[in-house]
Nanobody, 121 residues
Framework: QVQVVESGGGLVQAGGSLRLSCAASGSILSINAMGWYRQAPGKQRELVAVITTGGRTNYADSVKGRFTISRDNAKNTASLQMNSLKAEDTGAYYC???????????????WGQGTLVTVSS
């Protein structure tokens, strides 16, 4: 079994900062990409940021310059540093790990349960 767990959400005023963390655990051979997605009320889930094993990153235009994704390959963790938060950043934030699991060896996309971020204006 493989699981992904997020932490770090909460309530913050506009202009403030939050740091989200994500940890993947279980029978993992390797993790290709780890990404953060968010879903605002009444909207579809969207990509926020993604990082590959080699450290390549991609960000949604709406968060470029404000958010930074990082990861620790040895610990199977990823973080999302969110600065200059805006009310429109409010939503449930989900971490996803694209990985190779063992026993049996197979490719999986594993989602966490999500963590809520609320930015008050």
């Amino acid at each position: 079994q493989v699981q992904v767990v997020e932490s770090g959400g909460g309530l913050v005023q506009a202009g403030g900062s939050l740091r989200l963390s994500c940890a993947a655990s279980g029978s993992i051979l390797s993790i290709n990409a780890m990404g953060w997605y968010r879903q605002a009320p009444g909207k579809q889930r969207e990509l926020v940021a993604v990082i590959t094993t080699g450290g390549r990153t991609n960000y949604a235009d709406s968060v470029k310059g404000r958010f930074t994704i990082s990861r620790d390959n040895a610990k199977n963790t990823a973080s999302l540093q969110m600065n200059s938060l805006k009310a429109e950043d409010t939503g449930a934030y989900y971490c996803k790990a694209d990985l190779i699991a063992t026993s049996p060896i197979r490719y999986l996309e594993v989602w966490g349960q999500g963590t809520l971020v609320t930015v008050s204006s």
